[in-house]
């Protein structure tokens, strides 16, 4: 990535961020929680170390819902805005962050659609990028 880092925030601007790594690796979720959890189509989320991302303001206006699967979504108490995304089986190490919460131009693009098989029947994506019925296969 360049050097200055990436800076979000939620839609009201209580929660900022910035993170200075993500990961090359970046899917558009079609799942069904994803789906009502963004009011969208599908959600695309980025993933960064721990280390390298940082709340600069608001993290205190992080809540958290767990779903009966046992994933994790956060979202901004205030405005509603979805923040973050961790599967049952995550350790922390990683954070997903929804990529749609930053402020500036992604140095990546998207490579794949995951959980084709919950996808909306009004919305069939013809990016040219691999689909996948699951996760990544």
Known sequence: MNDTPLTGSCLCGAIRYQVTQIATTMAHCHCSMCRKFHGAAFSTFCEAKKEDLQWLTGEDKLRSYIAPNG????????????????????????????????DCDLPANPDAHIYTESQVDWFNPNDGLPKYKAGRE
């Open 71 to 102: 994933t994790c979504r956060q979202f901004c108490n205030d405005c509603g805005s979805s923040m973050t995304f961790a599967s049952s089986d995550a350790t922390g190490e990683l954070i997903e962050f929804a990529t749609a919460t930053l």
